[in-house]
């Protein structure tokens, strides 16, 4: 019997090296017992270990041992699982590749199964990771003899994805010095280099403080009492995060006030459309998205699995630094769709589309125009916010030709599941996406232009515009007309 005893839980270049080397001298994956420094083998997913076996030399031959491609990216996110049996069920796989080099394709062996569920938990834990950290400052700019801020915050990840998250928020942080205390790790960026010290105690994570308070307001903002469904937000919210959320203490009183509310804003408002809950469906191609990428996607067959799509989107390089992909929402044949350019700030942390300063815009320019925005399916040409952070505010920067190439194709699907009979592109990236061309605005605006599926095209200015536009007259000008083209849009689908 042979024990392996690997430095860390996430130890997988030591798995890798020990593997490698285990199988290259033909030991049984049942004469193998993998555990950790400080930890105690686990006997029940190897064999008995006898006293005193040693580790197996890790220079052992180099000689050839080759797995199929894929096999190494799933092993190294299954290590991040916190199943005491992973080393041991990776090593079983890996023993059993030799013999059968498309074992990870039947997707009804057990094992092979039980691996990529691994691996989506961990996936999942990711996200959730990069959506729910809340920093809060612990030293401010004028303390700080360098004149930077530091930041940190507490998160408890249901797997070990500290290391793994740690990239994402250094890019999207990159300016500000954080650490992210967890049980199991702590990452600390000086915005330069990414650090690891162990696992932290939650009594080193910083207390309440402003950034707190901006985000229980961020968060009161954007509640919609119209769309409560505690189950939905608990699903995409799971309780098991709440503890670390400043805005989680909003929860109950939010849910209590959410009748009261309600009449209000039905009195007061168009109310946006309700977000979908994922079904079974849409969760089962999350899944395989999540195993084969969303390149290797069909067609997505609802709007769901074509949300799930976009959540795991990785057809251009824009999902790395944002918080999500953000789907279009509306119902599922409205006659109307708009179509933004790319989710912003805020909508880019609410996971909706049109719900920052630019949706306030629009929301007024549509009850103006007498446009109700519950009939409409309102999206982006591009599903992941571009932006460059400028201290702790993310700037918006315009999405390139391919990134709008490459989104076009959630875009067009979306076009295909709803079919609409009129299109309303929103500026000129919204233009290029749906006519597949530039378009300027001001020589192509206010009439309906046909587009090869049938449905008619209408281009107007991109109510940021707008926002941007310095001189009171011409903004007001660019208003009306923009107002005008919304009621025209929505004649054309009358
Ligand atoms: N701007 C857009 O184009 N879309 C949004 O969703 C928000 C701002």
Not at 36 to 62: F, K, R, T
Not at 187 to 215: C, I, K, M, Q
């Amino acid at each position: 019997m042979r024990v392996v005893r690997l430095a860390t839980e996430t130890d997988f270049e030591g798995w890798r090296a020990a593997a490698r080397a285990l199988r290259l001298e033909g030991l049984n994956p049942e004469a193998v017992v993998w555990t950790v420094d400080g930890a105690e083998p686990d006997l029940l997913s190897g064999g008995m270990a006898e006293a005193g076996a040693a580790a197996p030399g890790l220079g052992a031959p180099q000689a050839a041992l080759t797995v199929p491609r894929g096999f190494m990216e799933l092993a190294g996110a299954v290590v991040l699982h916190r199943s005491a049996e992973r080393f041991a069920l990776l090593y079983r796989l890996l023993w059993r590749l030799q013999k059968q080099p498309r074992l990870l394709e039947v997707t009804t062996d057990i094992e092979v199964a039980k691996a990529r569920a691994y691996a989506h938990a961990v996936g999942h834990a990711a996200h959730k990771m990069k959506a729910f950290v809340r920093f809060r400052l612990v030293e401010d700019a004028a303390a700080a003899p360098d004149g930077i801020e530091t930041f940190a915050a507490w998160f408890e990840p249901p797997h070990r994805v500290a290391e793994r998250t740690a990239p994402f928020f250094a890019r999207r942080f990159s300016n500000m010095r954080f650490s992210i205390l967890t049980p199991d790790a702590c990452v600390h960026w000086d915005t330069e280099r990414l650090r690891f010290t162990p696992g932290a105690d939650p009594a080193d994570a910083p207390s309440d403080d402003a950034l707190e308070d901006y985000w229980r307001t961020y968060y009161a903002s954007t509640f919609n009492p119209a769309r409560l469904k505690v189950k939905s937000m608990t699903s995409h919210m799971p309780k098991l995060y709440w503890r670390n959320l400043p805005e989680a203490s909003l929860i109950p009183e939010l849910v209590a006030g959410a009748n009261d509310r309600t009449a209000r804003m039905v009195a007061a408002a168009p109310t946006p459309p309700s977000i979908r809950t994922p079904s079974q469906q849409a969760m089962k191609a999350a899944a395989r998205i999540a195993r084969d990428g969303a390149w290797e996607m069909d067609a997505p067959g609802d709007l769901e699995a074509l949300a799930a799509g976009v959540h795991h989107c990785r057809r251009c390089d824009l999902w790395r630094d944002a918080t999500q992909g953000v789907r279009g929402e509306g119902p599922d044949h409205a006659p109307l769709m708009f179509v933004g350019e790319q989710p912003g700030d805020q909508e880019d942390l609410a996971g909706r589309p049109f719900v920052g300063p630019a949706g306030q815009v629009f929301n007024k320019a549509l009850a103006e125009a007498g446009v109700p925005r519950d009939k409409a399916y309102v999206t982006n040409a591009v599903k992941h916010f571009k932006h460059e952070p400028r201290g702790k505010r993310r700037l918006h920067k315009t999405p390139d030709r391919g990134e709008v190439q490459a989104c076009r194709w959630w875009l067009d699907h979306e076009r295909r599941l709803i079919r609409p009979r009129v299109v309303v592109a929103l500026g000129a990236t919204a233009a290029l996406a749906v006519f597949g061309k530039t378009m300027p605005i001001g020589a192509n605006r206010g009439h309906a232009i046909q587009l090869p599926d049938q449905s008619q095209g209408v281009i107007t200015w991109h109510p940021s515009f707008l926002l941007r536009t310095p001189d009171p007259e011409e903004k007001a000008k660019a208003y009306a007309a923009f107002v005008d083209d919304l009621k025209f849009a929505w004649g054309l689908v009358a």
